[in-house]
């Protein structure tokens, strides 16, 4: 299990670059791994895309029962299984499209905001605090602004010193808070660390809190009965893609790897809302394995580069990988290439859906921020 220090949401790519293999086994993580017979034909017959029949992106599946009768199951013909062991070592789990969701969303939040400014003459507005010279922040901003302007969102922008105080930061938010023209106020995190994160993050004013990281928010989302204004958006994006794949959470099990406020936590939450059966591993839990090869559906955001095995994964479960992990490759440009924390190569021949690195969960959370200001400016003014 990963290091308490090493258990972060994403590590970024400024972060020390680490050499992180797949398999504990002997061959190599690029090279397929030969799954035994029985394993082989356990995960053809339950390739378990647990299908709404409502809406399937995925139309070439045949959606038929398995004999499993509280689960609908998603299967291509199902071949002999000696077809199927042969088949074994070829990547079979569909890849969920986090870019291609992302930019349909994108799209989806651009015609929002004409109707609106056409309906209302009034343009959504977003403001984000940057503090101090992050590379992999500075990016980030830098990406949020981007899909602002095409999605015809108005951009604001504070960008404060590394040694900027708090109170310097806390009066650029209540500036914003005041603003009529900002309907959405993000501070992009982490923050140096002479600031305190829970300080500023109370400071936003719920009705803006477009990242949903204030207690407020936060707090109703852990409670029944409750609706918060806003949800985090990586969070929400990984549900987003479970939803836009049919993938269906009631009643299933789900495993969140890594608890932090802006993934894992959120995640385990929203989880729980949408009636799974959730169980959080994280630093101190021993096993760790034994809990996620129980899970329909895993969740993992530890920042810890290919740590979840292929060993750990029930057949035929769906993975959301929110891990950015840089590790060394000399073949890159850049020196180095983007993994996860599950082993992909070995998760694609037992998962029956995966999401990749990159292209996966990061795209949603910019495409979720874009929804979440929409939908703030919709509520500010009234506009349905
Ligand atoms: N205030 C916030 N701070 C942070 C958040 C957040 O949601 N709110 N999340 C992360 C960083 N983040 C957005 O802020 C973010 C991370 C990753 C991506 C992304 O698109 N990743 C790409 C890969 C990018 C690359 O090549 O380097 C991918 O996975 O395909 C977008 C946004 C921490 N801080």
């Known amino acids: 299990m990963a290091s308490p220090s090493s258990m972060t949401t994403t590590s970024s790519t400024t972060s020390k670059l680490v050499f992180s293999g797949c398999s504990t086994s002997s061959s190599s993580s690029s090279s397929p791994r030969l799954l035994p017979l029985t394993t082989a034909t356990t995960s053809s017959k339950c390739r378990a895309f647990h299908f ?3 809406f399937n992106p995925l139309r070439h599946v045949h959606l038929r029962p398995c004999k499993n009768p509280t689960t609908v199951f998603a299967q291509t013909i199902s071949p002999p299984s000696f077809i199927a ?10 890849v969920i499209d986090g870019k291609r969701v992302a930019k349909e969303i994108r799209e989806e939040v651009a015609a929002g905001v004409s109707k609106m400014k056409e309906a209302l003459g009034v343009v959504p507005g977003l403001a984000v605090i940057l503090v101090g010279d992050r590379k992999d922040s500075a990016t980030y901003v830098r990406n949020k602004k981007k899909a602002c302007e095409d ?8 960008c404060l010193p590394k040694d900027a105080t708090e109170e310097e930061v806390l009066k650029h938010i209540s500036s914003f808070n005041n603003d009529p023209a900002v309907h959405g106020i993000l501070v992009q995190l982490p923050l140096p660390s002479h600031i305190n994160e829970q300080n500023v993050l109370n400071a936003v004013c719920i009705e803006k809190d477009v990242d949903g990281f204030h207690p407020l928010n936060i707090g109703r989302l852990a409670m029944r009965d409750r609706e918060p204004l806003f949800v985090p958006c990586t969070p929400k994006g990984c549900i987003e893609l479970l939803h836009r794949y049919g993938v269906v959470i009631k009643g ?13 936590m959120p995640a385990a939450l929203l ?4 009636d799974a059966t959730v169980s959080v591993v994280h630093s101190r839990t021993k096993n760790p394995e034994e809990f996620t090869r129980e899970a329909d559906i895993i969740i993992s955001a530890v920042g810890q580069a290919n740590m979840v095995k292929g060993s750990w994964i029930k057949p035929g479960a769906v993975i959301i990988d929110v891990g950015i992990n840089p590790v060394e ?5 850049r020196g180095y290439r983007l993994v996860g924390d599950v082993c992909y190569d070995e998760a694609r021949q037992i998962a029956s859906a995966i999401t990749p690195v990159p292209g996966g969960v990061g795209p949603m959370t910019i495409a ?13 003014h009234n506009f349905n």
């Open 85 to 94: 062991a042969a088949m074994a070592t070829e990547p079979s789990a569909k």
């Open 151 to 158: 999605a015809g969102i108005k951009s604001f922008e504070a």
């Open 329 to 333: 490759d000399s073949e890159s440009p």
């Open 252 to 264: 299933k099990r789900a495993v969140v790897i890594g608890r932090s406020n802006i993934v894992g």
């Open 271 to 274: 989880l729980q809302r949408e």
């Open 52 to 54: 709404h029949r409502r």
């Open 368 to 380: 979720m921020l874009l929804s979440n200001t929409l939908t703030s400016a919709k509520r500010i």
